[in-house]
């Protein structure tokens, strides 16, 4: 056992670990190391339309994390008071959601979208003289609403977790369901939420396929990545792979810390 798990950790991890050591090389071929430099790194970072595309995907990754992790919570206070075939119903819808292929929901996103554009511009451009178009709205709809399923089963997990019992003494002696909420509750769910949080970051920031059929005239660094790549490969793009795998290994470590018991005990 121990020594097929190396070999499938190995498969998984191996070819990153290239990745990440070919854009040390000092020279400009991407897939053999020629000597040790940061000189690709520098350039990346000083590279212009790669601060613009990593400006644009923070800006997205942010905005739709917010959106999902209050949708997402709150439809997760929703879900755990109901019962019955209701709450079967909506589990399945927030599983499949989850195990959608990303490029399904890009296309159909894409044409809702269009469709709704098509209908609602005409009367948006004659009151206002603009036109809703495909951009970073789109961009930070979609993140959020594909994210959201990730916080609705993080933070109902949380709270199927610990002792209703607090809730109920709460009610109990006088508290209001706000006041319940912000001392009892939320206090527990709090871990929850902020790795929902990380998590529907991080997805949003990563991604690609989705956000190529949606973006309009955006380019978010993915999309600038493989828009590079078609080009061919250079260090400068081992470069920034890498810096992007450490940054979501960072928040997806943080938030499986979060996500540990001990910080979801309360201090009441």
Same mark, same amino acid.
């Given at each position: 056992?121990?020594?097929?798990?190396?070999?499938?950790?190995?498969?998984?991890?191996?070819?990153?670990?290239?990745?990440?050591?070919?854009?040390?090389?000092?020279?400009?071929?991407?897939?053999?190391?020629?000597?040790?430099?940061?000189? !690709?790194?520098?350039?990346?970072?000083?590279?212009?339309?790669?601060?613009?595309?990593? !400006?644009?995907?923070?800006?997205?990754?942010?905005?739709? *994390?917010?959106?999902?992790?209050?949708?997402?919570? $709150?439809?997760?206070?929703?879900?755990?008071?109901?019962?019955?075939?209701?709450?079967?119903?909506?589990?399945?819808?927030?599983?499949?959601?989850?195990?959608?292929?990303?490029?399904?929901?890009?296309?159909?996103?894409?044409?809702?979208?269009?469709?709704? /554009?098509?209908?609602?511009?005409? !009367?948006?451009?004659?009151?206002?003289? !603009?036109?809703?178009?495909?951009?970073?709205?789109?961009?930070?709809?979609?993140?959020? $609403?594909?994210? $959201?399923?990730?916080?609705?089963?993080?933070?109902?997990?949380?709270?199927?977790?610990?002792?209703?019992?607090?809730?109920?003494?709460?009610?109990?002696?006088?508290?209001?369901?706000?006041?319940?909420?912000?001392?009892?509750?939320?206090?527990?769910?709090?871990?929850?939420?902020?790795?929902?949080?990380?998590?529907?970051?991080?997805?949003? /920031?990563?991604?690609?396929? $989705?956000?190529?059929?949606?973006?309009?005239?955006?380019?978010?660094?993915?999309?600038?990545?493989?828009?590079?790549?078609?080009?061919?490969?250079?260090?400068?793009?081992?470069?920034?792979?890498?810096?992007?795998?450490?940054?979501?290994?960072?928040?997806?470590?943080? *938030?499986?810390?979060?996500?540990?018991?001990?910080?979801?005990?309360?201090?009441?």
């Amino acid at each position: 056992m121990r020594l097929y798990a190396v070999a499938v950790y190995g498969f998984l991890y191996l070819p990153i670990s290239i990745i990440a050591l070919f854009s040390f090389s000092a020279g400009r071929n991407a897939s053999s190391m020629q000597g040790f430099s940061t000189e !690709w790194y520098a350039r990346a970072l000083n590279n212009p339309f790669v601060m613009e595309a990593l !400006w644009t995907s923070l800006k997205v990754a942010f905005f739709s *994390a917010i959106l999902a992790t209050l949708a997402g919570t $709150m439809a997760a206070l929703a879900l755990t008071g109901m019962k019955g075939r209701l709450r079967a119903i909506f589990d399945v819808l927030v599983q499949i959601a989850v195990m959608i292929p990303g490029i399904v929901i890009g296309i159909a996103t894409l044409i809702a979208l269009v469709t709704l /554009f098509d209908l609602v511009n005409p !009367w948006i451009e004659s009151l206002t003289g !603009w036109r809703l178009s495909l951009g970073l709205g789109s961009l930070i709809g979609l993140h959020g $609403m594909f994210t $959201m399923s990730l916080v609705v089963l993080l933070v109902r997990g949380r709270l199927e977790s610990f002792d209703r019992a607090q809730i109920e003494a709460s009610n109990d002696l006088g508290a209001s369901p706000l006041g319940t909420f912000m001392q009892v509750t939320f206090p527990q769910i709090a871990p929850a939420i902020l790795a929902g949080f990380l998590l529907a970051f991080t997805f949003s /920031f990563d991604d690609f396929i $989705m956000a190529f059929f949606v973006a309009g005239s955006e380019t978010t660094l993915p999309i600038y990545i493989f828009s590079s790549i078609r080009r061919g490969v250079t260090p400068e793009i081992n470069a920034i792979g890498t810096m992007v795998m450490v940054a979501s290994l960072t928040l997806l470590i943080v *938030a499986q810390i979060l996500l540990r018991p001990g910080h979801s005990r309360g201090k009441g």
